[in-house]
């Protein structure tokens, strides 16, 4: 069989939706995981899966910078490489790049990149200029001269072109794995009773880490100006940039008192939480694939996106969604408002509406069938890999 090595840093329970997709390669390829990462962030949250092989990453400044990996990483990294026959590379602007550019090319190797949205043009609104130094010193050869480039959703490959314009791209959703059966009036009050929301509210149900970039203190703002009636919003995730504490205390200081925050959800608790929520909300800048808005979608619950989320035209035209024309306040208002307008029939019609699409479009065997046709047109194709520089 062939040996094929996923390559991606902080692979880490706390790096959500990415480290899940690395995971969903590996299963759908029998590969090897490789992480480089920073011991201070695996030590907080822990490795994503037993199996992968951590390269300890310095937290100083040369290990954040792009070109740089500690002599015996780079060892490490080079000797394993030079035993795969295909090499995935997960995400861009790091370290890994440069290594598996240099040493595939070196010993013929294929490689294969998978952005995870690193090329949206959002990324570009901050650290600008490294990142373009980036792109036109290594970034646009190491695009180029991989076998594909694969995307997410048709919106992410969209918009990367202007910065990936030769690569050669291919597009393949993730998946989400089955929903369980579940009782959706006793997940209901469940979760009522462990959050002290009264029965009969709406639930609306906002999963992802507790960073600036998911919009969350906006989200904030706008269920309280929203003014719905007999609603609230949980907020679940990891701690990132903000606490749980901070969360909940801007709810307070802005008089939010329907707002409900808690830490990470895992496993039973996490899997309640989807078949009691009403609708999923999600108002990121930037989501090249949301799995808490396509698990949500897998136990019925409707989702409401903002257009940074590379999904939200396709649900919205689909009927599985609530699109945001921008990412203004008064935006997000209304959605939430025109969620809370939907009559029963139309709301129950958008649930099945969702898990017919998460059965069409998001299922294992679904992922696996593309992604294996993929790597054996690469293992088994004619002629060298290209050598440009």
Known sequence: MAKI???????????????????????????????????SVLAISGSYSEECVHIPVSDGFLGNTYDYLPKSGAKQLRHIIANTDL????KLFRYHNHVILRECLSNNIPYVVVPHGSLDPYVFTYRKAQKQAWLALVGNSFLRNARAVIYATQNEEEKSRRRAPHARSQVINWYVNEPQVLDRSNCRELVCHDYGISRGEKIYLMLGRLHSTKRIFEAIRAFKDAKLPQSSLIIAGAEDEFTVRQ??????SIGASNIVAIGPVYGSKKEELLAACDFSLNASYRECYCFAIVEGMSYGAPAILTPGNDLASTLAGEGCALRCADYEDSSLIEALRMSASIGDDEVDAMRMRSREWVQNRAKFERFRLQIVELVDSILYSKGPASSTF
């Open 87 to 90: 090499v995935i590379c997960h």
């Open 5 to 39: 090595l996923n390559v991606t840093v902080d692979y880490t329970k706390g790096s959500g939706g990415s480290a899940l997709s690395v995971q969903q390669f590996s299963q759908a390829l029998d590969a090897q995981i490789l992480s480089l990462t920073r011991p």
């Open 247 to 252: 969360v909940s205390s801007y709810a307070k």
